[in-house]
């Protein structure tokens, strides 16, 4: 049974909570956030507490707060030579103070509060900058995830950047396919479909075998009838970008296509 306390209460906090809460193999024995107004709901399912010169003895001490968070949080921590592991995707592990064991349980998934989640399917990524304390870090992720992956800072930063494209910008394309959608009084819901199927599709086929639409297919005039459509400049912008972006990756294919008609 490993044993861990949570620092912070923000979104990931919240759903790692659950997770452990979950699992046979963890036990929570505190939860620490500096405004306990956000953890007091769960008081009667794990000791909390807003002082942090109070932390209990752990395993594994799990900072979830924002990036610049980090160091201050680590720098306050009233021991010392004990495991202590952030969540940050691109933060360093040096982010933690030295006077303890640092690593990063770095769970690779967007996490809204009330949306839920099956942590068994989120891949987790972990670093220990001492290796004895790996195997601890994979046992609790083992504990709540069938998905556990080894990096380094690099792979974990160049992951965390990717998510960036992969998520919070498809989920800014989604916004404004809703407003183009919402100004014609079309249903947004409509596209949900399509939304699945593309995600679903580069589970088995490369980003870029599954790319389709008129900007792969060169199609001029559709492009042309798309911008006079558009009457805001920063959608035409975003049109136009995409456009230029996927029309430079995939010209050698579409040139290679006309040679051989």
């Known amino acids: 049974m490993i044993s861990v306390v949570i620092l912070g209460a923000g979104n990931v906090a919240h759903h790692l909570y659950k997770a452990f809460f979950s699992s046979e193999n963890v036990t929570v024995k505190q939860w620490y956030n500096r405004s306990i107004k956000s953890i007091r709901p769960l008081d009667n399912t794990v000791e909390i ?4 010169s109070k932390l209990v003895e752990a395993d594994v001490y799990i900072i979830a707060v924002s990036d610049d968070a980090i160091s201050e949080i680590s720098k306050q921590l009233p021991f010392e030579n004990r495991l202590v592991v952030h969540t940050s995707g691109s933060a360093s592990g040096y982010d933690i103070d030295q006077k303890n064991r640092r690593g990063i349980f770095y769970p690779l998934q967007t996490f809204s509060k009330d949306a839920a989640i099956d942590f068994a399917t989120v891949p987790i ?27 380094n800072s690099d792979q974990r930063a160049a992951l965390h950047l990717a998510a960036v494209f992969v998520n919070n910008f498809t989920n800014q394309l989604f916004r404004v396919a809703h407003e183009i959608t919402e100004s014609q009084g079309a249903e947004f819901d409509l596209l949900k479909p399509l939304i699945v199927e593309t995600a679903n599709k580069v589970q088995d086929l490369s980003p870029y075998k599954a790319q389709t639409g008129p900007a792969k297919r060169n199609d001029k005039k559709t ?12 959608h035409i912008a975003i049109y136009k970008l995409m456009t230029a972006s996927i029309r430079k990756t995939h010209a050698l294919a579409n040139f290679k296509q006309k040679s051989n008609n």
């Open 125 to 151: 990524c972990l670093e220990a900058l001492m290796k004895k304390d790996y195997p601890v870090l994979k046992e609790l992720a083992k504990s709540i995830s069938t998905i556990t992956k080894r990096i």
């Open 49 to 52: 507490t807003d002082d942090i």
């Open 223 to 234: 492009i042309k009838r798309h911008l006079k459509m558009l009457s805001n400049d920063d």
